[in-house]
């Protein structure tokens, strides 16, 4: 059984809103950071935002740009996403990553390659 499910995912005009689960099976995964990732055709995956579920610090790439925010209860991740773009159409993933104590230089708890658990992914289209 995988250990991350996620759901959400779906096809959407410009400007309109989807809001990702990721569900932890069969345990919650408390003291993780807990990461949303995505990957568009032909590119790298990249870093959406996570969550350090221990004090619930959250840190979000650059281009969210205040557009999604990132949550939790229980045993499940949520990724709210508002005012979508075309360029946010991918593959979304949610992963698992121990913490680093202490922080990184930059502050954040995970590196990206700090991420050994991860769901299947859900697929977000953004129409134009």
């Known amino acids: 059984q995988d250990p991350l499910l996620e759901s959400g995912g779906g096809s959407v005009q410009e400007g309109g809103s989807l809001k990702l689960s990721c569900r932890a099976v069969p345990y919650t995964y408390d003291n993780f950071c807990m990461g949303w990732f995505r990957q568009a055709p032909g590119k790298e995956r990249e870093g959406v935002g996570y969550i350090y579920t221990y004090d619930s610090t959250k840190s979000y790439a650059d281009f969210v740009k205040g557009r999604f925010t990132i949550s939790q209860d229980a045993a499940t991740l949520y990724l709210k996403m508002d005012r979508l773009e075309p360029e946010d159409t991918g593959m979304y993933y949610c992963?698992?990553?121990?913490?680093?104590?202490?922080?990184?230089?930059?502050?954040?708890?995970?590196?990206?390659?700090?991420?050994?658990?991860w769901g299947q992914g859900t697929q977000v289209t953004v129409s134009s």
């Open positions: 992963a698992a990553a121990r913490p680093r104590i202490p922080s990184l230089a930059n502050g954040d708890y995970c590196s990206t390659q700090d991420y050994n658990v």
